[in-house]
């Protein structure tokens, strides 16, 4: 097709906008896929869907005004949520065919894949799961085509309730307007969706069921139980090994395992989403706690204790009552409501406006490594990654106006900093207004001026995420990424001028009048137990010497080499190590195999030579042996690898 003219839009055409800035009239009502026909019969055969506007439409949608079209091949950032979630309709329509009793709740494509919800007279088996993924195959390879079907409200709640779907009925009268979009996958499933989809089933083709596992309605315990099966989808075989491969890695490194297997920590069910601390979990946790504390201090951080439990009234000065409410654990006395604390930081204001402050004593930062609860629903929970009860490295800098520039800069270079000794890689992302909020636009456009232009005067890379911001200011997260490729968010740097309003924090300025802080909300581990999670997976348990909860393991060989061992190992306490004595009375090669198993850093052997020499003869956990060496040299070699935390 010839460029259309430039020009006044006729009754009976559109006028199309292509990427590269050039025009098309095309026929009121022409389906989207012809753009792609007329491009080239090349792209019409990539194309999955396209970009109208602002929206992601089937190739079927047809144009009945001016817009700007882009055409969706797998290569577009939308592509692969697209994807998985027309595979997500096409495992339904397998477990309706293999399970004609089967009730069909939500499959939203997620993050790595994506799951369906079904309520079955059972729990789903891996026969079960590998039957599904077989069927899914057989329907793709039919080629069907994803067809859209507007239908009337009653209309399409009358379909579902004849299909003995009442979950799809209360879904449809909770979101569905007058006219309702529903998607079939021709001959073999209809499902309420507003879509889109690619144009069939034989688009999908590297595709993978994983797992099932419990769920419950809209995520509510209180709801219908359901099954919710996981899967996931790719464009090409390659990619999809790739990831599975991953998933095999993951498993290993899954810190639920390792930590039971370590002995870092255990849950209980009496105490659901709350961990218990051993010994060595003891030990890992005192030691990120000296770690934040020892790099803190030397920038001016002052560490409180504040109190777990808080009087409604707190919440509702700070606004968390209205917009988190839900997520907090509440309690009744003496009939008034109280919360367990969910965050630091209205305390942190309280304690701020204990004492009158000048902008002398700005910037003031609290550190507080306090309790926190949150009310997580219990299907949710997720060992130390998804929990109700855990401990933030939390801080509140309260700092005028012109200082947060240079103060958001610092934490910056303290983020880098942390993450460096760590070993991690991150990314890091600006979040910006979200739909509710605290205050005026005007005050949040100057914070989001102010967060962009740190970041840029820092130069630090970053990403913008429209409208994720906290109700009460923008903030900067940092994801970061672990030695298998996976996303954490941990450290956030938020900026808030809400709450020095809401509790009424003031200092005088130098002018000698009042004015307001601006608090600047920051957290580099996030929680300690997500960030131990982190660590637990990202070294697969193998801690670096400085972070190993036992840096060394004395085997003695025999029991007559035990008082020998004994003495060594007290003279390492006394410089600082963190080392135990395996005196059971085991064979010499079970109890290095047991260290090593426990991703103990060094063996040390002690024998007749060695407590003849005052020797020790070292043992790597992934290097082997080392060879003999004095007690002082080893020492020396640990303190130095110590130090360099590598």
Wanted: hydrophobic share 40%; charged share 25%; with cysteine.
């Amino acid at each position: 097709m010839k460029h259309a003219a430039r020009g006044r839009t006729t009754m009976n055409q559109v006028t199309v906008t292509l990427p590269d800035g050039s025009t098309r009239q095309l026929p009121t009502g022409t389906p989207v896929r012809q753009v792609a026909e007329d491009i080239s019969p090349r792209l019409a055969k990539a194309a999955l869907a396209a970009a109208v506007g602002d929206r992601v439409v089937d190739l079927t949608h047809p144009l009945d005004e001016d817009a700007a079209v882009r055409i969706i091949t797998k290569d577009a950032p939308e592509a692969l949520h697209l994807y998985r979630h027309s595979t997500a309709h096409l495992m339904a329509a397998a477990v309706t065919a293999l399970f004609p009793e089967a009730q069909c709740g939500i499959g939203p494509p997620i993050e790595d894949g994506f799951f369906y919800d079904f309520i079955v007279d059972r729990p789903f088996v891996p026969a079960d799961l590998e039957a599904i993924e077989a069927k899914m195959r057989e329907i793709a390879g039919e080629n069907r085509p994803y067809e859209r079907k507007m239908m009337s409200k009653e209309e399409a709640k009358q379909y579902f309730a004849d299909r003995g779907e009442p979950l799809k009925v209360q879904l449809i009268e909770e979101k569905g307007g007058p006219v309702v979009s529903c998607y079939t996958i021709d001959g073999v499933y209809m499902d309420f969706c507003t879509g889109p989809h690619v144009p069939s089933s034989g688009n999908l083709k590297a595709f993978k069921v994983l797992h099932s596992s419990n769920a419950y309605w809209k995520g509510d315990a209180q709801n219908q139980p359901m099954q919710r099966i996981y899967g996931t989808a790719f464009f090409n075989d390659k990619a999809l090994k790739q990831y599975l491969t991953r998933l095999e890695e993951a498993k290993k490194r899954d810190h639920r395992k390792l930590g039971r297997e370590l002995g870092l920590f255990t849950f209980h069910p009496w105490a659901p989403g709350a961990a218990f601390w051993l010994g060595r979990g003891t030990t890992l946790w005192n030691l990120l706690a000296e770690y934040m504390r020892s790099t803190l201090f030397p920038s001016g951080y002052v560490e409180l204790r504040t109190p777990l439990v808080y009087n409604k009234k707190l919440w509702e000065t700070s606004g968390h009552w209205e917009h988190y409410a839900e997520n907090m654990l509440q309690l009744e006395s003496e009939g008034e409501t109280f919360s367990l604390k969910p965050m630091n930081c209205p305390g942190h204001m309280l304690v701020f406006a204990s004492e009158g402050r000048s902008y002398r004593d700005l910037p003031l930062r609290y550190h507080d490594q306090s309790v926190l609860h949150r009310d997580e629903a219990s299907g949710v929970l997720a060992g130390l990654t998804r929990a109700r009860q855990f401990c933030q490295d939390d801080a509140h800098c309260f700092v005028t106006p012109d200082q947060i520039s240079d103060e958001v800069e610092r934490l910056l270079r303290l983020v880098q900093q942390v993450y460096k000794d760590f070993q991690l890689e991150f990314a890091v992302e600006l979040s910006t207004r979200p739909e509710t909020f605290l205050g005026d636009t005007e005050t949040w456009d100057q914070a989001e001026r102010q967060l962009t232009q740190a970041l840029d005067a820092a130069g630090q890379s970053y990403v913008v995420a429209e409208g994720e911001g906290n109700f009460y200011g923008p903030k900067i997260d940092f994801h970061v990424v672990d030695a298998i490729g996976r996303n954490w968010q941990c450290a956030t740097i938020q900026l808030d001028y809400q709450l020095p309003q809401r509790f009424d924090l003031k200092y005088i300025g130098a002018d000698n009048a009042e004015h307001r802080p601006v608090v600047i909300h920051r957290a580099i581990f996030g929680s300690f137990e997500r960030f131990i999670a982190l660590l637990i997976e990202h070294y697969a348990g193998a801690f670096p010497l400085w972070l190993a909860p036992v840096q060394a393991m004395l085997v003695p060989i025999a029991d007559r080499h035990l008082d020998y061992a004994e003495s060594v190992a007290a003279r390492l306490r006394q410089e600082g190590l963190r080392v135990e004595v395996d005196a059971r009375q085991e064979k010499m090669g079970y109890k290095i195999r047991e260290a090593q198993l426990r991703k103990i850093p060094y063996m040390l052997v002690t024998g007749d030579r060695e407590a003849q020499d005052n020797a020790l003869a070292v043992r790597h956990r992934t290097d082997g042996d080392q060879g003999a060496r004095s007690v002082d040299d080893f020492i020396a070699d640990a303190r130095a690898e110590i130090s360099r935390r590598t």
